[in-house]
């Protein structure tokens, strides 16, 4: 008998790619996608199915070093190197996007070295500029003709809406999922909830629709769930794709309650806005609303027309305080991939603003592998004991 | 070049006197000409970080600034012009002014910050983070980075542009609000049409290179790229200097005469030298090796008939698209799809008949780095031309071993040599 809920979250998370292989084998055309940029309505619109492309941190890197250098996003690294070794031979095709500067670089070379079926680019602007948001809306008409093309069908604007309100059913049954985490102790681990995530970023979203609410309901019946710790704690960074590192933290005496990531509440949390064209929606969801420190935003000046520092920090991070308050966080890690300028930056101002409303903070950096994790521990471990 | 590189060498003292005077200072990215355009028709002193990363490198500031952002807990992999510049600025901020070792008089305190979004993420989140030290308010002008192929759809083209466009119109609305007065759009207009003339005339200059032996080295073109690069001076000033330095390399091509004494090797270089260490350069030189061109990055952009397009926005969005995109049509017609960031090298390396490559991955900068494996290996499929890596940094001398690179380069010697022989056999021109 097949599993439901919480193991069959864990069933694919330890397997991902295999409903996608057999989706594949059934003739559905599977569209592999990087990062939380690229707009998976018009992939769900088009009966296409989105499967996140992601890393293996015990995976030793040995084929991207032919393209992608030691001194770049590890993580990416790991992708290209998983591409080369046939692991993302099912896809029919990728969509990426102008994540970061590595990642938009990452686009082309995959094009280069792996010349998929079916490639698109989207240029994602980097401010929330009247210019910029039109751009992007003329950027998301660009991908929709190259859909239209790979697929032969058109995309309108009725089966967009319908993509948009399945994918913002998850997004809200993610926010339900999330809020058993708000309970001391929480009633799901955060090593459940990443195995969850990862889950749902490997199934189409109908199918992540009918797993959510079995695994919601099995949370709040079980007994057994999550003990009572003294460290409630939010991490924020890149990304996490692997259970290793809440795992650790989890057996020191914490709970991850919360978290700020590319694959957690980041990639989840704001919902799309049905609007007329739903382009506009789409548009202005993913580049205003979704909270990356890879997008920038402007900071209303003062009188003298100067900028004050910690009004800039609230701009950016203040919504950091509210998850802060509503998970009820006592502690915050920092975690940041090496060679991530895109967190590296935000680093100390953040650390300052999270001083700044008396919550105590630790940076961590590491090379996306289980040797390197396996060496923050101690600084974890002193981490806790501080803010226990 | 000389008088090219003290034009961008007195843009420290002229922003500093500008300062003193009351009159409104930039901290600029580079940004590839229309916000320096803006700023200079605003009578806005610009000074470029970037640039006074590779000073304060040259002139060994760069170490104790490098260590007062890495105290400041900014990761240390971080670009090594970012962290010059946080240490600068909070050294700055700590002392109220322009610390006293700061070489060439220093940058003030700005008035405003333009970065931009080009290539690099440094670019406008190192700016972001000097909110630490600075109050000044930071506009990010925007540049669109399209794909190879989706470039070529219908209309992108032009929304590209438009972008462009509309972009610097809000900058423009910004500037005006923040220094209370408006902009001189005949003289903007003026500033962009010489901008252009600029970048046509230093296009020839460096087309003059293809000449055997080649008459202008990499170090001359690095003293001279900043004045095209970073708007320093009245781009009329700038065009003037790059005719004369035009006339100069055209007699040493006429008179065969080479940039060194005996050229042995033709080599391409990429991606920025690490300025700390120029001297190398003469070792190598002596060893026969003759730099004849660089990465595309900070070349100027191929010349385009800009004559029909009537407004100056339009018209400097167009250099600055044809920049970014002036290479894909041929690289489309390769069937390159590395696109614009690998491609260039295949064309200059054939066209100045480069015998190899020097390679520079700098160990702090993703943008210098991160396509240079699939240079490597393109140009041997492709052009049967090796490459030579010498790992170093822009601003961090530790980063990098002369003699450890001058051991590889002998070596190297016998590679090149070798491909030459293979290239010959496959019938290509060198």
Redesign the interface.
């Known amino acids: 008998m097949a599993e439901v809920g919480l193991n069959r979250a864990k069933e694919i998370y330890q397997e991902r790619s295999r409903r996608a292989k057999e989706l594949s084998t059934e003739g559905k055309k599977v569209i592999g996608y990087l990062d939380i940029y690229p707009v998976l309505e018009m992939l769900t619109a088009l009966d296409l199915v989105p499967y996140r492309i992601l890393g293996d941190m015990s995976e030793p890197i040995t084929k991207a070093d032919t393209c992608l250098p030691t001194v770049v996003c590890p993580f990416l690294r790991s992708v290209m190197d998983l591409g080369l070794k046939g692991n993302y031979d099912f896809l029919d095709g990728v969509v990426m996007a102008h994540g970061c500067e590595v990642s938009e670089k990452t686009a082309h070379i995959w094009r280069v070295y792996l010349n998929p079926p079916y490639a698109h680019f989207i240029d994602t602007p980097h401010t929330t500029h009247t210019a910029a948001q039109q751009q992007y809306k003329e950027l998301l008409r660009d991908f929709k003709k190259t859909l239209e093309v790979f697929t032969g069908k058109e995309l309108s604007s009725e089966r967009l809406r319908e993509a948009i309100k399945a994918h913002n059913q998850q997004r809200a049954l993610v926010r339900e999922l999330y809020e058993l985490r708000k309970p001391d102790p929480p009633l799901i681990s955060g090593t459940e909830t990443l195995q969850i995530i990862v889950a749902l970023a490997s199934l189409p979203v109908v199918e992540g629709n009918e797993l959510l609410p079995q695994v919601i309901s099995e949370v709040k019946e079980r007994e057994g769930g999550p003990t009572k710790k003294a460290a409630r704690l939010l991490v924020w960074g890149s990304i996490i794709d692997n259970t290793t590192l809440f795992e650790m933290m989890e057996s020191l005496g914490a709970n991850v309650v919360m978290d700020d990531t590319s694959l957690g509440s980041r990639a989840y949390f704001p919902p799309v806005e049905l609007t007329d064209d739903p382009l506009d929606g789409l548009a202005y969801r993913y580049l205003v609303e979704l909270k990356s420190p890879r997008t920038f935003r402007e900071t209303i000046l003062n009188q003298s027309k100067r900028k004050d520092y910690l009004t800039d920090l609230g701009n950016r991070f203040g919504y950091l305080k509210d998850y802060t308050e509503e998970w009820k966080v006592n502690g915050v890690i920092l975690e940041a991939l090496r060679y991530c300028d895109i967190h590296g930056y935000e680093v100390p101002g953040l650390k300052e603003y999270l001083g700044s409303i008396g919550l105590p903070s630790i940076y961590l950096e590491h090379d996306y592998s289980q040797a390197a994790l396996a060496q923050l521990r101690t600084r974890v471990q002193a981490f806790l004991e501080i803010i226990s | 070049m000389y008088p090219l590189r003290a034009l961008v060498d007195g843009m420290y003292e002229r922003a500093v006197e500008a300062s003193k005077e009351g009159k409104p200072v930039a901290w600029c990215m580079v940004n590839w000409w229309g916000g320096d355009a803006v700023l200079r028709a605003m009578d806005v002193a610009a000074i470029y970080p970037e640039d006074y990363g590779a000073v304060c490198a040259a002139f060994g500031a760069a170490p104790a600034y490098l260590a007062q952002s890495d105290s400041?807990?900014?990761?240390t992999?971080?670009?090594g012009y970012?962290r010059n510049c946080l240490g600068y600025a909070a050294r700055m901020q700590a002392l109220g002014g322009i610390p006293p070792e700061a070489p060439m008089g220093g940058m003030p305190k700005p008035t405003l910050l333009l970065s931009s979004?080009y290539?690099?993420?440094?670019r406008?989140?190192?700016f972001?983070?000097l909110?630490?030290y600075?109050?000044?308010?930071?506009?990010?002008l925007?540049m669109?980075?399209?794909?190879?192929?989706?470039s070529q759809?219908e209309?992108?083209r032009q929304?590209?542009i438009?972008?462009l466009v509309?972009?610097l119109?809000?900058f423009i609305a910004f500037l005006e609000?923040?220094l209370g007065r408006k902009m001189d759009w005949d003289r903007l207009a003026e500033i962009i049409d010489d901008t252009i003339e600029m970048n046509r005339v230093w296009h020839q200059v460096n087309e003059l290179r293809k000449a055997r032996p080649c008459p202008m080295h990499s170090r001359d073109f690095w003293s001279s790229m900043p004045a095209s690069l970073y708007m320093a001076a009245d781009p009329k000033i700038t065009a003037d200097l790059y005719r004369n330095m035009y006339d100069e390399v055209k007699s040493l091509v006429d008179s065969h005469t080479g940039a060194i004494d005996e050229e042995k090797y033709r080599l391409a270089f990429a991606e920025l030298p690490p300025w700390h260490s120029l001297g190398f350069f003469n070792q190598l030189a002596e060893r026969g090796w003759n730099f004849v061109i660089e990465s595309w990055s900070y070349q100027p952009p191929k010349p385009i008939d800009l004559s029909h397009v009537s407004d100056p926005l339009e018209r400097v969005a167009n250099l600055t698209y044809q920049y970014f995109s002036g290479y894909f049509e041929n690289a489309l017609k390769n069937s390159a799809?590395?696109?614009y960031?690998a491609y260039p090298y295949l064309e200059f390396v054939r066209e100045y008949q480069c015998d190899g490559i020097m390679l520079h991955?700098?160990?702090?900068c993703?943008?210098a780095?991160?396509?240079?494996?699939?240079v490597q290996?393109q140009l041997m499929q492709k052009l049967k031309v090796p490459s030579l890596i010498i790992e170093g940094d822009i601003v961090d001398l530790n980063l990098f071993d002369p003699a450890d690179a001058l051991r590889k380069a002998e070596t190297f010697e016998e590679t090149m040599s070798h491909y030459r022989k293979v290239r010959k056999e496959a019938g290509m021109a060198w």
């Open positions: 400041d807990g900014f990761p992999h971080m670009c970012a979004g290539f690099c993420d440094a406008y989140k190192w972001q983070a909110g630490r600075l109050d000044a308010p930071l506009w990010v925007e669109p980075h399209p794909g190879l192929k989706e759809m209309g992108v929304h590209n438009k972008f509309e972009e119109r809000e609000r923040l799809r590395w696109g960031f991955p700098l160990l702090t993703r943008t780095t991160n396509h240079l494996m699939v290996d």
